[in-house]
């Protein structure tokens, strides 16, 4: 059974999609509350305890991003897309903007399922307090000190280039959040122009190579293509 006092906000205008996906959370134990368009959510979002949203950008009376936005104004709840807009810049911009995660539609049961679980245990992860400068961050073999300032898998330590262990401690913080390319490059060198952006990949490949038993199937860090990178979390 599911911590049902985590309230999910479902913020869909299309009521077919709106049960569908009420009946999903249901099934799985989940307490949920649904809003038909942004006002509503809005309402609801200072009025009551909501733990996580799932929006939809295209409602009725305000552009989700506009949601986003307002919304990261003064609060850090995880906020997952589900969204039929499906081009690159468009999830860019919803991440850049604070989105947690992005689903496109139509999507299935189990991605839905597996989006949640990810953001739940990121945020579990921060509540926990796990992430912070003088923690020990632990995921799967990855071990990062940042009080000490290394890494390591298993009992091997990374040998790691400054940038690369500046990327490697930003996704570890991040851990579950997909982080656009601009983000990333404006964390690591304070700027996001298109040669950073090249940069980055670069500096991902080496990263890969040094982190990954098999670069080409990832255990750590996954890729989006067009979008940024997310670090899994490896039980």
């Known amino acids: 059974m599911r911590n049902l006092r985590e309230t999910i906000l479902i913020v869909e205008d ?17 307490a949920y509350e649904t809003a038909p368009n942004g006002k509503t959510a809005m309402q609801m979002l200072v009025s009551r305890p909501i733990d996580l949203m799932l929006l939809d950008l295209g409602l009725p009376d305000v552009d989700g991003m506009d949601i986003i936005k307002k919304v990261r104004e003064w609060s850090e709840i995880p906020i997952i897309v589900v969204s039929a807009r499906d081009q690159d810049k468009e999830k860019a911009l919803a991440l850049d903007m604070g989105a947690d995660d992005y689903l496109t539609k139509p999507f299935s049961v189990e991605e839905l399922l597996a ?25 799967g073999r990855l071990k990062v000190d940042y009080a000490a300032g290394c890494a390591f898998l298993g009992e091997e330590e990374l040998h790691l280039t400054p940038s690369e262990y500046k990327l490697l401690c930003l996704l570890c913080k991040n851990v579950g959040k997909v982080l656009t390319h601009t ?39 996954q890729t989006h293509i067009g979008v940024g990178y997310r670090m899994l979390k490896v039980e």
Do not use: C
């Open 115 to 139: 989006r949640l679980r990810v953001t739940q245990r990121r945020l579990a992860t921060l509540q926990a307090g796990v992430v912070n400068e003088g923690a020990v961050f632990t995921n």
């Open 183 to 221: 983000f990333i490059a404006q964390q690591i060198w304070g700027r996001s122009w298109e040669n950073d952006v090249a940069s980055l990949r670069v500096y991902m490949a080496t990263l890969r190579k040094k982190l990954e038993r098999d670069p080409d199937s990832p255990q750590y860090i």
């Open 14 to 30: 299309d009521a077919q999609i709106r049960n569908f996906i009420s009946f999903t959370l249901h099934s799985e134990d989940y």
